[in-house]
């Protein structure tokens, strides 16, 4: 609405077209969280199994629920996700070590595991200039989308967001290993803090930028926007 009324020359305040979209980034992140797996699967499976069964069962049952993930997005014709192929690896890894070699892991120490693991798939990333968070966003936005200026710097930022929660929670599980007597819940509600600070933070960045950078109509008066 906003375009056709600038282009009949009238004001009106609202987002052109192309801000409408990356609006609609709020659309990607919900459903980037919901189906592909920060926090509630494989992360939020692995904590609520470790509360009700073993550390190993949980690991390996959280492994297949990345593979599932793999298998759907295989099935619906997207491309193999960093994170999902790599979560798979750190929790199976995790689980034959525990299997095998330290049957009496902590489980402190099995989470910290898996969140070292996932703070080096996400750094991994970064560092090979494909922020795991692009992968799932360039297939929910359609092409013109993601050549909008800022559009790469949003993954890379939203990515450091979750890099930095992933280092938060490795920070409470160290120190429930360290300092003998603290509760587990303590890491699981330090844990549910830091994706949930990510998660909001994946919401508002996109419409901070939106925001911040849309361009006011040519026609708008001085401090209208």
């Known amino acids: 609405i906003q375009d056709k009324f600038q282009a009949d020359g009238l004001l009106l305040l609202g ?5 409408a ?4 980034s709020k ?9 592909h797996g920060i926090p509630t699967a494989p992360f939020g499976a692995f904590a609520l199994l470790l509360l009700v069964t073993s550390t190993t069962i949980s690991l390996f ?6 593979l599932v993930v793999i298998a759907i997005d295989l ?3 997207r491309s193999i996700k960093m994170l999902a192929a790599g979560c798979v690896v750190v929790l199976a890894g995790t689980g034959a070590f525990v299997t095998l070699i330290d049957p009496d892991m902590s489980i402190s120490a099995a989470k910290l595991t898996i969140d070292i693991g996932v ?3 996400s750094l991994g990333s970064l560092a090979l200039r494909k922020p795991f968070v692009l992968q799932y966003a360039l297939e929910m ?3 013109e989308t993601a050549k909008l200026e800022g559009f790469v710097k949003a993954t890379y930022v939203i990515t450091w967001a979750w890099a930095a929660a992933f280092a938060l929670m490795i920070a409470g599980n160290a120190l429930a290993i360290v300092v003998p007597g603290i ?7 330090i844990a549910f803090a830091a994706r949930s600070s990510a998660a909001c933070f994946t919401t508002w960045y996109p419409q901070y930028r939106k925001a911040k950078h849309e361009a006011p109509p040519a026609n708008a008066l001085p401090g209208t926007n």
């Open 15 to 19: 987002p052109s077209r192309a801000a």
């Open 21 to 24: 979209r990356l609006e609609g």
């Open 27 to 35: 659309v990607f992140a919900k459903s980037f969280m919901a189906r």
């Open 61 to 66: 049952t959280s492994a297949a629920i990345c």
């Open 75 to 77: 099935y619906r014709g």
């Open 119 to 121: 703070l080096a798939i």
């Open 141 to 143: 936005v359609d092409a």
């Open 183 to 189: 509760p587990l819940w303590s890491s699981i509600v």
